[in-house]
């Protein structure tokens, strides 16, 4: 069984730098979303995918931030000229395409900035 | 728009004992969902429990039930005979068809053996 996957787990940047990540949905899902968590909070939403279609942003996710789905299978979360506020751990999730389906989420890329 | 509140931050279990966390949330949506995640330390979130709104039956799993009272907009977790594995960041979450899930800011869970 291959679940959400994530990559790298662990990132660590320095101010200003650019840093991508990466989601491997469960194969079969055609909905992807990505949360921010930060610590001691729960996760936050930025943003989802319905096959390759960006349908939705959070007003989180500032103008550095950038997401694809090519071929509506793996998405990229980009961030340009990070900041120490970007610091946090980055969740993707996927699910089913009818509403009533569980998302189902992968184990994180924790980013820090120094 | 849906907000979700866990008043707990922390609480703690003897072990075999049962625990109940707390869970509000408010919403637009007539039709919605309602979530519990597990977080353990350094581990990736799993499902515990989801409960349809519709539906006036508690969900129950195994160790763990939920108490869904739809007037009050409340939905704790119950979780029985509580296990040391059972040590975890537990969120509240609220959904509504395609749209993203909104999360409580969890309740630290303690397992005393």
């Known amino acids: 069984d291959t679940g959400v996957s994530q990559d790298p787990r662990h990132k660590i940047t320095k101010r200003g730098q650019n840093v991508t990540f990466r989601c491997d949905p469960i194969?079969?899902?055609?909905?992807l979303y990505w949360y921010r968590q930060t610590l001691g909070q729960g996760p936050e939403f930025l943003t989802y995918?319905?096959?390759?279609?960006?349908?939705?942003k959070s007003r989180l996710l500032s103008d550095r931030f950038s997401a694809e789905r090519p071929k509506g299978s793996f998405s990229t979360l980009e961030i340009q000229r990070t900041e120490q506020g970007d610091s946090a751990m980055y969740l993707c999730?996927?699910?089913?395409?009818?509403?009533?389906?569980?998302?189902?989420f992968g184990p994180g890329t924790r980013l820090t900035v120094l | 728009a849906q907000t979700v509140t866990q008043s707990q931050p922390e609480m703690s279990v003897q072990e075999a004992e049962t625990v109940t966390l707390s869970c509000t949330y408010d919403t637009s949506e007539s039709d919605y969902y309602l979530f519990w995640y597990k977080q353990p330390p350094s581990r990736q979130m799993i499902l515990v429990i989801r409960q349809e709104a519709y539906k006036q039956q508690n969900a129950t799993e195994n160790r763990f039930s939920v108490n869904f009272q739809k007037a009050a907009k409340s939905f704790s977790l119950k979780i029985s005979d509580s296990q040391l594995g059972d040590a975890a960041m537990y969120f509240c979450a609220s959904g509504a068809g395609s749209y993203q899930l909104t999360f409580g800011k969890g309740t630290k869970l303690s397992v005393i053996p």
């Open positions: 995918f319905q096959n390759e279609a960006q349908l939705e």
């Open positions: 999730a996927s699910k089913q395409g009818t509403s009533t389906d569980t998302q189902y």
């Open positions: 194969s079969e899902h055609n909905r």
